[in-house]
């Protein structure tokens, strides 16, 4: 396997897929066609030499893929609105006098807000009160700890098996297989085409599912060492540390993606058995969408020259 820089994520019926500056977001619309939609986003690491620094650019990076992936899945979504909503509202209509155009970036940049404001209140301060409940009954901190990482870790599979469960979800899941086997596929030298990338493996070590199972996981160990006595410290502390803790994750996940030996591969090993829950097979239509997406950003076949000259093939039924 060869790094290739390019990266992605599922959206409503769709792909994303970004390389360098230049992404592309391909759409399966109602009428069976596929849509693509290529624009390029600079990142702020581009532009700025101080956040390319180590665990600064993970928070960057983390902040940017947040706010493209809302971005695109609102895109995709547009295709699937239903066409007889009827008249705006009132309050539909004082927005739109209020912010006329910028309308679309303030519901974005709201809808930041509150996915990082629910994400902190499910996933770091939840489980903090749930092993509080504990606390009077244990009064090792470090066994502490490890109980709210553990019960973090549980209502990341309890959310995510219960989302599951609905169609769309379960669609989307299957597209987010399509996007981690087209990668795979390119990664391990094979042309881009249907076969090939329903042979490739659906799991991924630079998957967003395996950086959020690091984020839990490291921060159990930094819980572990940093400990304050008072609850209002206990729940500042979860806020100060996520920027911290999503920096050195992605220092891990990247060193991950990037490297492909023994010890990277024990610690990918829990995010990809994760992934399991996330990913699913797609179908041939979802292959050929994520293919599109691919070839927008991605000149695979130059890159299949420069880094497999020898043109090395796996055998059609081994997975990649």
């Known amino acids: 396997m060869k790094y290739s820089g390019i990266g992605g994520q599922a959206v409503i019926e769709g792909i994303m897929m970004k390389n360098g500056d230049k992404y592309a977001v391909a759409v399966r619309k109602p009428d069976k066609d596929i849509d693509v939609k290529t624009d390029t986003y600079v990142s702020l690491g581009r532009r700025y030499a101080l956040l390319r620094l180590p665990l600064i650019r993970g928070v960057i990076s983390f902040a940017e893929s947040m706010y493209l992936g809302l971005k695109t899945l609102m895109y995709s979504a547009s295709f699937y609105e239903d066409e007889d909503e009827g008249e705006p509202s009132r309050f539909e209509r004082a927005l739109e006098r209020i912010f006329g155009d910028k309308l679309d970036k303030v519901i974005l940049t709201f809808s930041m807000v509150l996915a990082f404001v629910m994400a902190l209140i499910i996933f770091m301060w939840l489980p903090l009160f749930l092993a509080g409940i504990v606390r009077p009954f244990i009064g090792n901190e470090t066994l502490l700890s490890l109980i709210e990482g553990i019960i973090r870790v549980l209502i990341f599979i309890l959310y995510i098996k219960l989302v599951s469960r609905t169609e769309d979800i379960k669609r989307t899941f299957m597209y987010h297989g399509a996007e981690h086997k087209c990668i795979n596929c390119i990664e391990h030298g094979l042309p881009l085409t249907v076969e090939n990338v329903a042979i490739s493996s659906k799991q991924h070590k630079r998957c967003g599912t395996s950086f959020i ?52 591969d024990i610690i990918s090993k829990p995010g990809l058995m994760m992934q399991e829950l996330t990913t699913k097979e797609p179908d041939k239509d979802m292959i050929e969408v994520a293919i599109a997406a691919v070839e927008a950003v991605f000149d695979w076949k130059k890159y299949e020259a420069d880094n497999f000259p020898e043109n090395v093939r796996k055998p059609k039924d081994e997975p990649v």
């Open 213 to 264: 199972f690091l984020v839990m996981i490291i921060s159990i160990l930094f819980f572990m060492v940093i400990r304050v006595d008072s609850i209002g410290l206990r729940l500042l502390s979860r806020i100060i540390l996520v920027p911290v803790i999503a920096g050195v994750s992605y220092e891990v996940l990247m060193a991950a993606g990037k490297h492909d030996n023994i010890f990277m």
